[in-house]
């Protein structure tokens, strides 16, 4: 019987093989540990790009910002008020 000294995964248990020195795993659970990390990165980048405004939302907003910049228009001239330019150059 050998007394060297046997090297255990802590994670699967394997017994006798060469562990990684960062991780402290066997290979199989090294790539496993990596896998996981990039598949839980992958979620929080889908997230973040859901998360963003879409085409169709800038759309919206734009069109909506357009309304009103034509409905200030209309009131200044209708009253003889300044427009945003003019109340800009003082």
Do not use: W, Y
Not at 31 to 36: K, P, Q
């Amino acid at each position: 019987m050998s007394l060297k000294v046997q090297r255990v995964c802590p994670d699967c248990g394997v017994v006798g093989i060469r562990l990684n020195r960062q991780t402290g795993l066997c290979p199989a659970c090294t790539e496993r540990m990596h896998l996981a990390e990039e598949v839980a990165f992958n979620e929080i980048l889908r997230r973040e790009a859901e998360e963003k405004a879409g085409d169709a939302e800038v759309t919206a907003i734009r069109r909506e910002r357009d309304r009103m910049r034509k409905r200030n228009s209309r009131l200044c001239r209708k009253h003889g008020l300044k427009t945003r330019r003019e109340r800009r150059n003082k």
